[in-house]
């Protein structure tokens, strides 16, 4: 094996550096993969943004430990294993989930590890390098998961964000009868309208500004897909259900103007769930949730539980993913790659080849 490897470096906001940095050693219980792919997050480009979630206002709030290697949705293969590893052979194909549980919190104890007081998150932390580079290491405490040999690499990188997809589905409770609206369809929101519906749903709406997706949507499973630039949304999903309002409203864009159609379009008692990541705070009328609607505001973190269930689902075909990965460049190019990501309209997931 090599002993420096190229791998992207997160310093500062604007400022990311491809660098030659040393090939990672197993220790104790630790696996080191050769990355397939990475898929860049929306997060990953509002990171590069100077994101304030990541970057924090001070020192004292920084999430992220910088310089550290970027990108949580990786694929790799087994090059090397540290002792006490079992049940791990070389050349597998291997996931490991983009939370490292602590094992000690009342989180990781109760079995909300996803929650981890410490929440050590790879591509983020100095102990979680990420996925951007050449090779990579699965700490001891990483929850890692077999990839099927034969899985395309386009499909195999959709896990970690349909995982986070299935999640944000079962915290809404689908029931057979619910209209359910899903509002932003990038790779995450596409891979909601898949779990939403595999659970059969009355009807099952996707809400989105490119057509591209909107088109997609409906080939993954949504009986409706409407652009709320050009349709009156919070008017059509009313129509649709007597006047009442969606049972389920699932917003995954990170959008001010989406959450504000979601309180109004949903009826009373509906299921409001947050997965979207926002630039800054936003405001919205909070007297909805309480004193209008009695709504259930459930938020959405991550994909717990899901990845085998995602794997699987892929592997069966169940779940979709043709198309999702629209762009792929080698790690050299990753300021093309990030650009795509962002500003293109056909690009609905960008990966890096490293
Ligand atoms: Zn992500
Ligand atoms: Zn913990």
């Not at 990108?71 to 006490?84: C, D, L, M, P, S």
């Not at 386009?154 to 009868?177: F, K, N, Q, W």
């Not at 994909?303 to 592997?315: D, F, M, N, R, T």
Request: proline share 5%; charged share 25%; hydrophobic share 40%.
């Amino acid at each position: 094996m090599e002993k420096t490897m190229e791998a992207l470096l997160m310093y500062a906001p604007g400022d990311f550096r491809l660098e030659r940095v040393p090939v990672p050693e197993p220790a104790e219980g630790e696996i080191v993969v050769r990355v397939e792919g990475a898929g860049i997050c929306a997060g990953d480009v509002k990171t590069l943004h100077g994101g304030i979630r990541v970057w924090g206002t001070c020192e004292k709030d920084r999430f992220i430990e910088a310089p550290c290697i970027g990108g949580h949705e990786f694929i790799g293969r087994v090059v090397a294993v540290g002792a006490g590893v079992e049940g791990v052979e070389i050349g597998g194909r291997m996931i490991s989930e983009q939370v490292i549980p602590c094992g000690k919190c009342r989180y990781c104890l109760s079995g909300n590890y996803w929650m981890c007081a410490r929440s050590d998150i790879y591509g983020f932390k100095k102990c979680a390098q990420g996925g951007f580079a050449e090779y990579m290491k699965f700490h001891r405490r990483g929850r890692n998961h077999r990839i099927p040999p034969d899985m395309p690499l386009e499909l195999a990188l959709l896990t970690e964000p349909y995982a986070c997809s299935m999640h944000a589905v079962e915290r809404g409770r689908i029931g057979h009868d619910d209209v359910v609206v899903v509002s932003g369809l990038g790779c995450i929101g596409l891979g909601m309208i898949n779990a939403a519906g595999n659970l059969h749903p009355r009807l099952l709406i996707g809400l989105d500004l490119r057509p591209k997706r909107l088109e997609m949507a409906k080939r993954f499973g949504a009986d409706l897909s409407m652009n709320p630039e050009e349709t009156d949304v919070v008017g059509a999903v009313k129509e649709l259900t007597g006047g009442y309002g969606c049972d389920v409203f699932i917003e995954a864009s990170g959008n001010v103007g989406s959450v504000r159609q979601g309180l109004a379009m949903i009826r009373n008692l509906g299921r409001f769930v947050e997965f979207g990541v926002f630039a800054s705070e936003i405001t919205a009328d909070w007297n909805i949730i309480g004193d209008t609607k009695e709504i259930d505001v459930l938020g959405s973190h991550l994909g717990p539980y899901c990845y085998g269930a995602v794997i699987k689902g892929l592997e069966r075909g169940d779940i979709c993913g043709d198309g999702v990965i629209s762009h792929m460049f080698p790690l050299r190019e990753w300021k093309r790659a990030f650009e795509t990501a962002e500003k293109d309209p056909e690009a609905v997931k960008v990966a890096l080849i490293p």
